[in-house]
């Protein structure tokens, strides 16, 4: 395979996914961040929007810390320093292979 | 299966960058900006500052102005929490730096506050009477209590010079006056406490223009959010 190719695709792939893409990048700007606003900003359902935050949860890339304020309930989402370190790793990986590329 | 959020903050490099400033201005409102919080403290601010210093208020304005800043504390928290963070809470990142001035910012207003705290018990004790161990003891409340607002409540730069001011002003206003040293202490510390109300007023000025800008900014901003949620429904 050609090399190029190759490095496109040992990209971290649970990162590599948009929605996840997307989670990640809005953690990354903040020390931590509520679902409404994360579902509100990525237009993903509750459902679908829970269903990734699980699998970065699983990954040890965010924190998930449920709480009450009152007598609502609130989930909070933090970046990890692992989630954080992923990222970085991803925009690296990619605008290297895309250099090689052009 | 196509995963691509479904308005237009995609997971293109624009669509991302668009995100990264979106989530950083929303998040400014948990901490560094706070908006009409500004316009009101500064507002108060000057108009405490410009009565104390050129005109003397009565029993009920003194009560009133020195109360003030415990409202203004609430009203600003209220409106950070319901106001400014409509959809959610978005934690401001901390700078490495911030920490550790908090703890700077806090001890100094500490040991300012023991030691004003220590004079007024010092002249209660030489001059002891009823009427004046009241005033002490509101003058000392409100002066231990500063160290533990600035630490809880004023994070932003503005905040801390805006409300270590006004609580100075309350503690005066509804205690320290009281205190038979106080008019020597005006008299002999006149370049201060002129000096003092003066830069108490600019920044109260320059408060209210930077609190209307920010909320500007917010309307925007939620024109922007709502736009982006109409959107993707």
Redesign the interface.
């Given at each position: 395979m050609r090399p190029d190719l190759e490095e496109l695709l040992a990209v971290d792939r649970l990162v590599h996914?948009?929605?996840r893409?997307?989670i990640l990048?809005?953690l990354?700007?903040?020390?931590?961040?509520?679902?409404?606003?994360?579902a509100?900003?990525?237009?993903?359902s509750k459902g679908n929007l829970s269903s990734h935050i699980s699998k970065l949860d699983q990954a040890g890339y965010l924190e998930v810390n449920k709480s009450f304020r009152g007598k609502i309930p609130?989930t909070?989402l933090k970046l990890t320093p692992s989630g954080r370190n992923a990222l970085r790793k991803y925009r690296q990986h990619l605008k290297r292979a895309l250099r090689r590329k052009s | 299966m196509n995963h691509t959020p479904n308005n237009h903050f995609d997971a293109s490099a624009e669509g991302l960058k668009n995100l990264r400033k979106l989530t950083r201005q929303y998040g400014r409102y948990s901490k560094n900006a706070v908006g009409l919080g500004h316009v009101i403290g500064g507002g108060l601010l000057f108009l405490s500052a410009y009565l104390v210093d050129h005109n003397q208020p009565g029993k009920f304005g003194r009560l009133l102005l020195g109360v003030a800043p415990f409202g203004w504390i609430y009203c600003k928290e209220w409106l950070r929490e319901h106001y400014y963070q409509f959809c959610g809470k978005v934690e401001q990142r901390k700078k490495v730096w911030e920490n550790p001035l908090q703890v700077l910012l806090t001890g100094i207003t500490a040991s300012i506050s023991l030691a004003a705290s220590g004079f007024a018990i010092y002249i209660l004790l030489k001059n002891f009477s009823w009427e004046l161990l009241l005033g002490s003891l509101v003058y000392v409340a409100v002066l231990l209590a500063i160290p533990f607002i600035v630490w809880r409540y004023l994070r932003a730069p503005y905040e801390f010079i805006v409300g270590v001011a006004l609580f100075l002003f309350s503690a005066i206003l509804l205690g320290g006056t009281l205190l038979p040293g106080a008019r020597d202490v005006f008299v002999w510390g006149f370049l201060f406490v002129r000096y003092f109300m003066a830069l108490a007023e600019i920044v109260a000025l320059v408060m209210i223009p930077v609190g209307l800008v920010q909320h500007l900014e917010f309307l925007k901003l939620r024109r922007k959010m709502r736009r982006v949620s109409k959107e993707a429904a």
């Open positions: 996914e948009p929605a893409l997307v990048t809005v990354a700007e903040a020390e931590a961040v509520e679902f409404p606003f994360l509100k900003v990525s237009g993903l609130s909070s | -």
